[in-house]
């Protein structure tokens, strides 16, 4: 599909399930050979990163575990605009090589919440991957290691993301079409 209608917006796509799918095996195959003999916990954050998730570990051949975990920072659809705490974190972190994974980051805010709560744990080292980043908008020093392609800061849907709840099934990455206005 070239084109996507959800609820009352129209969205074009920008990024196909095949390139999504290159991409995602590159930073596998990265991320293997960076910790290769190593231990790792990969954490990723919901409710966005579950495809990414699923389909980067499928490519991982480490000794690693996976877990998920959910932050509060909603009330209703709108964003209260603070991270209240981490949910569903249930992983022994202590001295273990910890690699966050993100759908998506943007200014980095709900980022730097998540490393400052997971530093808590003791984590021997913390890593960040994250399938898209918005590097215009990005401004926190939070080193990503892992970013399978920049994107500009517009509003995205698919593989994962979200409009009002819809769209995360969606194989490729489509952007809204300001020309539908």
């Known amino acids: 599909m ?11 796509k920008f990024i196909s399930a095949g390139e999504i799918q290159q991409k995602v095996k590159e930073l596998a195959d990265r991320i293997n050979k960076d910790f290769e003999g190593k231990e790792v916990v990969f954490v990723g954050i919901l409710n966005g990163v579950f ?9 991982i051949r480490l000794n690693a575990r996976i877990t998920f975990l959910r932050l509060a920072s909603y009330e209703g659809m709108e964003s209260t605009g603070k991270v209240k705490q981490l949910i569903g974190l249930s992983e022994n972190l202590k001295g273990h090589i910890v690699i966050v994974i993100e759908d998506i980051v943007d200014t980095g805010g709900t980022l730097d919440h998540i490393i400052r709560q997971l530093q808590s744990f003791q984590p021997a080292e913390i890593h960040v991957a994250t399938f898209l980043l918005k590097p215009d908008v990005y401004h926190h020093r939070i080193p990503i290691d ?36």
Do not use: C, W
């Open 51 to 59: 495809m990414f998730a699923a389909d980067l570990f499928r490519h």
């Open 2 to 12: 070239e084109k996507v209608t959800i609820l009352d917006k129209q969205f074009k």
């Open 146 to 181: 892992y970013v399978g392609i920049e994107v500009p800061n517009k509003f995205i849907v698919g593989y994962g993301l979200d409009y009002n709840g819809y769209g995360r099934n969606l194989e490729g990455i489509y952007i809204l079409d300001e020309s539908k206005k």
